[in-house]
């Protein structure tokens, strides 16, 4: 029964360009087999022969447990202290084996790495998620400049080998903020501004998390206990750092993954965002018309994208691969516009999205008691825009909520054991849910209401006073979402071969604690299941007994809904799913008569998508808009819209996502439009969607809330319903 229909195809445009068909002599390497020294730990061992490769003197890459190079390695270095290889001789790699092709793309990225660096003095190559990044240096580089940032510009580049041999190059605009100055300057001239992440301005450019100034010491007066010498002389010693920086600096605190320690003002440049400039701006009463430049600068049409794509491609297949100038254009392939999803409000009544249950209902009603503390100018009473939009809410959802609870600054106490008594009281009322209306504050105070709330088992939802009705609506459905109400629904898939339960995951970490397994999941309706406290661990891998110890309980919830267990459960993992994470999960389940399918979804460095209006002229693809390839088990999927702007039309070009199928059995087109409708349920939100499935969507919301909880997560959660959504 397929989902697809002739009557839905359509032609798209990729950002990729065919560069060449590749030959025999393109195909044969010399193969080595590698033992490191020492060898490493079980399940390092990819990441051990990957550095081997790095250290050759040629361009070598792994292929499982081996190593291939197009040049013979150098006797010399066939056997070191780090490493012994062996040769096994010429190998020829085949373009339909998966793992093969895997190399020869990992190769051809390499070579092309390689001969940019050589050819390019005046430009720099970086690798980053599996492509690379090709920058102009300087100040040539510069597209757009402030008060000590610039926007630097760089093309990304990614090649793809398919199966039958042909060579392309995925090709794209990328923009970086940056800024000239050193974190030393930066403080200097912007105290307010908060700086969250830093690196070095030397060597290998590592990133670390600003923690604030360490101490009001010189830096020859910090020792570094396990070297013996002053922060200052570990500089000048190990990094030749001028004398001048290193003395003048502060010491400040900066966190890796594995540990905190001192580093020196002047040593370090930090780290921008669009936050940061929103910051600046706000600090500097310029209002929006910086962040609006930026984003107007950096948002690219599809049309500009393709032509900076197809110059740079000219200039690899020229001056890298040394092949005739040719005509170049981007591919054509056959792609599919997916049913859209259908939304159910009150009923199970169609809603056009979930803004329209101000005026139909929600689909399921939740908790009907809601508290307001105000923070803002001590009056009793509700914004009026949102006490309106709520009170119509229910009332179109057949309830009535109770809003008389209220409380304001002066009745907020200072002392730690008065406000857990101040929380526990409205907890005592059968009050589980608090608006809190407050002006712009830092995130430390907000965090702090948040955390002693959500320890009374109460779940919190921020506003900034002077909501239109269009905010109003959004702070409403945050409000419902986090007293369990679920606003809309999605109409099942009709088909036998779809998933009963869909569970979301996602990893995430605070530098110190790794979170892994954070999870939520619905049923093919869309109703909520809830979400599932992650597994707090110091190592990043993924575990896989967490992962079971999750799905088991979802599964079991599950059966307790439905007095079954499901026929198949989809099991969605944000970024790259790594080897044997869901080995005992698949197992178990499969014991029990229950179908599994794992898709890994990747938002970054998956093209673009677009469709030719006229010769060179061209347009983003439509929502739902989808390209398969079945050699890989992958579809490629537009699930959102570029930015509109009153009368300046769309401003820039929608990002799809690429999903890989990692295990299972469902046809690639269910998958398909399973993420797509996914992604336009979000209820927490009246007219947007979130771009990657709910279940990812929210699950990637609640790790980074749970990371924000720290060491205290199981403490402070223990006494919350896991049907509130507390992290929309």
């Known amino acids: 029964m397929s ?101 020869l793309e990992s190769f051809e990225r390499k070579r092309i790495e390689s001969r940019l660096r050589s050819l390019y003095t005046k430009t720099a190559v970086e690798s980053i998620g599996g492509g690379l990044l090709w920058w102009i240096t300087a100040q040539e580089g510069v597209e757009l400049s402030g008060d000590g940032w610039e926007i630097h510009r760089a093309r990304r580049i990614d090649v793809a080998v398919e199966p039958d041999g042909k060579l392309y190059l995925e090709v794209d605009i990328h923009h970086r903020l940056y800024t000239p100055w050193t974190l030393h300057e930066w403080l200097e001239n912007y105290p307010d501004i908060p700086i969250k992440w830093v690196r070095n301005t030397y060597g290998k450019r590592e990133t670390w998390e600003y923690l604030g100034i360490f101490s009001n010491q010189s830096p020859r007066e910090i020792q570094l206990p396990e070297l013996k010498i002053s922060l200052a002389e570990y500089h000048l010693q190990k990094y030749n750092a001028p004398r001048e920086d290193v003395e003048s600096s502060w010491v400040v605190e900066v966190a890796s993954k594995q540990r905190c320690f001192p580093h020196l003002s002047r040593r370090l440049s930090p780290v921008l965002t669009l936050e940061t400039l929103a910051s600046l701006e706000d600090n500097k009463g310029f209002g929006s018309k910086v962040i609006d430049r930026v984003i107007k600068h950096v948002r690219k049409s599809l049309k500009e994208r393709l032509q900076e794509s197809e110059k740079t491609v000219k200039t690899i297949i020229e001056n890298v691969y040394n092949l005739p100038k040719v005509e170049i254009e981007p591919l054509k392939a056959q792609g599919y516009i997916l049913p859209k999803p259908k939304l159910l409000g009150s009923d199970r009544r169609q809603v056009q999205n979930p803004a329209r249950v101000r005026y139909q209902g929600c689909a399921k009603v939740g908790e009907t008691k809601f508290g307001c503390l105000n923070l803002y100018d001590n009056r009793r009473e509700y914004p009026s825009e949102v006490r309106k939009c709520l009170l119509e809410v229910a009332q179109k959802s057949g309830v009535e909520v109770e809003l008389g609870f209220y409380a304001t600054q002066q009745d907020l106490p200072e002392g730690d054991l008065a406000r857990k008594r101040f929380w526990q009281r409205w907890a005592d009322q059968g009050i589980k849910t608090v608006l809190v209306v407050m002006p712009w504050s830092p995130n430390e105070r907000k965090q702090k209401i948040r955390m002693e709330a959500l320890a009374a088992g109460i779940a919190t939802q921020f506003m900034i006073p002077g909501a239109d009705p269009y905010k109003a609506l959004n702070v409403v459905l945050g409000l419902l979402c986090k007293a369990a109400w679920q606003p809309v629904l999605l109409e099942p898939l009709d088909h036998p071969e779809r998933p009963e339960l869909i569970i979301g995951f996602d990893v995430g970490t605070n530098r110190q604690l790794y979170y892994g397994a954070s999870a939520f999941a619905v049923l093919a309706d869309g109703q909520s299941l809830g979400w599932e406290l992650p597994a707090v661990q110091r190592g990043e891998t993924f575990s896989g007994d967490a992962i079971y110890r999750t799905v088991s309980k979802l599964v079991n919830k599950f059966h307790d809904k439905l007095d079954r267990y499901p026929s198949k459960v989809l099991l969605m993992r944000d970024g790259l799913v790594q080897g044997g994470e869901f080995s005992r999960t698949i197992e178990e389940l499969e014991k029990e008569k229950i179908a599994v399918d794992i898709v890994g979804i990747r938002k970054s460095g998956t093209g673009r998508m677009g469709i030719e209006e006229g010769k060179g002229k061209y347009k983003d693809a439509k929502i739902g808009t989808v390209v398969f390839d079945y050699s890989r088990k992958s579809f490629t999927l537009v699930t959102s819209e570029p930015i509109s702007r009153k009368g300046a039309g769309s401003i820039g070009s929608a990002r799809p996502l690429r999903v890989v199928h990692e295990y299972g059995s469902t046809p690639l087109e269910v998958l398909a439009v399973q993420t797509y409708h996914l992604s336009q349920l979000h209820p927490a939100s009246g007219f947007q969607a979130c771009r990657l499935p709910w279940v990812l969507h929210f699950a990637d919301k609640s790790g980074k809330e749970f990371q924000r909880l720290g060491s205290n997560i199981f403490n402070v959660l223990q006494s919350i319903d896991r049907q509130k959504l507390i992290a929309v």
């Open 3 to 103: 989902l697809l229909h002739q009557n839905q195809s359509v032609e798209v445009i990729l950002n990729r360009f065919f560069v060449k068909e590749l030959a025999q002599e393109d195909l044969s390497f010399y193969e080595y087999a590698c033992r490191p020294n020492p060898l490493p730990e079980p399940g390092e061992e990819q990441k051990a022969i990957a550095k081997v490769c790095n250290r050759l003197g040629v361009i070598a890459v792994r292929l499982g447990s081996r190593i291939i190079t197009r040049e013979r390695v150098s006797p010399s270095q066939l056997k070191t202290p780090e490493w012994e290889l062996e040769e096994c001789g010429l190998r020829v790699l085949t373009c339909a084996n998966a793992q093969e092709r895997s190399a």
